[in-house]
């Protein structure tokens, strides 16, 4: 494999997070540690700060993207402990129901077949009040604006859906690979890393929903 260097973002900062839209893979988002989100539309030669409206100020950190599959107009973005929702690729953004938390989101995850449905996942934060989750997977079915804390009691650090079963999630948590094959309802442990520790990033291989890649 070859790789060729993309121009930085404009103001620089760390690279957190990247995605890219599943229907043109010239349009890259780029969630920087504290210069806010990015977007290229020409495979990352040029790069230009996604604007904020509707009372959404600019993020400093930006930690998760997820671009829904069915409808890539619509974008959730997760900053340090909240939520924000575009839907229109990107231009303007909304602050969804995910707010009242202190609780680092360490991931996001769009069902691929409704926009609608979106996972958070949340790592522990020592800041967290004593009556907050400090973890676990939330999931709402109204594009953001309601959510529950799904029976998920672990450290969640990456979550992952196959494009051919949306019924089934892969998420990263500290001691391995989990799976639920029922939209979150139930989860179980059924993978395991050689010398386990966290696993910090899952994907899925949009040919085969069962190869699977992590990253600890």
Request: hydrophobic fraction near 40%; aromatic fraction near 8%.
């Amino acid at each position: 494999y070859s790789w060729t260097h993309t121009e930085t973002t404009p103001l620089g900062g760390d690279v957190n997070v990247i995605a890219v839209d599943p229907q043109d893979a010239d349009i890259i988002f780029a969630g920087t540690e504290h210069a806010g989100l990015w977007r290229s539309t020409d495979g990352g030669l040029m790069w230009e700060e996604v604007g904020y409206s509707g009372g959404v100020t600019r993020l400093g950190k930006t930690k998760a993207i997820a671009i829904a599959p069915s409808d890539t107009s619509i974008i959730y973005n997760a900053g340090k402990n909240e939520v924000d929702k575009s839907t229109d690729g990107g231009l303007h953004w909304t602050r969804t129901g995910l707010l009242d938390t202190q609780v680092l989101i360490q991931a996001l995850a769009v069902d691929p077949s409704n926009a609608d449905i979106v996972y958070a996942a949340l790592g522990q934060d020592v800041k967290a009040l004593p009556n907050q989750p400090k973890l676990g997977i939330f999931k709402s079915t109204d594009g953001g604006e309601n959510w529950e804390q799904l029976d998920f009691d672990n450290f969640a650090f990456a979550l992952a859906i196959p494009s051919s079963a949306s019924n089934v999630i892969y998420a990263g948590a500290k001691d391995g690979v989990y799976k639920t094959t029922d939209s979150g309802e139930h989860w179980t442990k059924g993978y395991s890393l050689e010398g386990e520790g966290l696993v910090n990033s899952v994907a899925v291989d949009a040919l085969d929903a069962d190869t699977l890649y992590a990253a600890t």
